[in-house]
T-cell receptor
Framework: KQEVTQIPAALSVPEGENLVLNCSFT??????LQWFRQDPGKGLTSLLL?????REQTSGRLNASLDKSSGRSTLYIAASQPGDSATYLC????????FGKGTRLHILP | EAGVTQFPSHSVIEKGQTVTLRCDPI?????LYWYRRVMGKEIKFLLH????????ESGMPNNRFLAERTGGTYSTLKVQPAELEDSGVYFC????????????FGPGTRLTVT
């Protein structure tokens, strides 16, 4: 049974710092891994999708990596801004789509 | 291009009543998914349609939940009768044909059962 864990559960960092969010999964038989952000009271916004054959994806200040063999993915955010404050979720797609509980990120102005 | 839309955005009903949630996927997306997030828990998969067929409904909590996707376009999720533990946010997502495409989520319907 696939389990997805996100560490830390919450994180506060000063504006301008670079940061890394972690996602680990127990079953490496996946099609892809997707990172989302969710703002309070809003839906999910897709940030990056990494296919199982890929190692990383980049979009602007965001870079996501995938190491299937070790069951890990990281989301790197460069030069953080207050607007980056949100909950970040990773979801692993295998036979089913399994979400982690998310990391609540707060960027301090 | 319009994204995934859900209606209503918020519903408050009493225990024992019936509620129907609607999801309109992105045009051309054969795959449609329903998810639920209850307070303090992670988002959990409910079911997956490919066109009008239920591909996987293993996440449906019990037989009080009924999902339909007539004609392979929009989908409805009916809860009858609603219980207190059904409160949460119900998300719908869609993706193009195939298994490896990213999912596009709707804004969710917040259901409160009192």
């Amino acid at each position: 049974k696939q389990e997805v864990t996100q560490i830390p559960a919450a994180l506060s960092v000063p504006e301008g710092e670079n940061l890394v969010l972690n996602c680990s999964f127990t079953d490496s038989a996946i099609y892809n891994l997707q990172w989302f952000r969710q703002d309070p009271g809003k839906g999910l916004t897709s940030l990056l999708l990494i296919q199982s054959s890929q190692r990383e994806q980049t979009s602007g200040r965001l870079n996501a990596s995938l190491d299937k063999s070790s069951g890990r993915s990281t989301l790197y955010i460069a030069a953080s801004q207050p607007g980056d404050s949100a909950t970040y979720l990773c979801a692993v797609k295998g036979d089913k789509i399994i979400f982690g509980k998310g990391t609540r990120l707060h960027i301090l102005p | 291009e319009a994204g995934v839309t859900q209606f209503p955005s918020h519903s408050v009903i009493e225990k024992g009543q019936t509620v129907t949630l609607r999801c309109d996927p992105i045009s051309g997306h054969d795959n449609l998914y329903w998810y639920r997030r209850v307070m303090g828990k992670e988002i959990k998969f409910l079911l997956h349609f490919v066109k009008e067929s239920k591909q996987d409904e293993s996440g449906m909590p019990n037989n009080r939940f009924l999902a339909e996707r007539t004609g392979g376009t929009y989908s409805t999720l009916k809860v009858q009768p609603a219980e207190l533990e059904d409160s949460g946010v119900y998300f719908c997502a869609s993706s193009p044909p195939g298994s490896s495409y990213e999912q596009y989520f709707g804004p969710g319907t917040r259901l409160t059962v009192t």
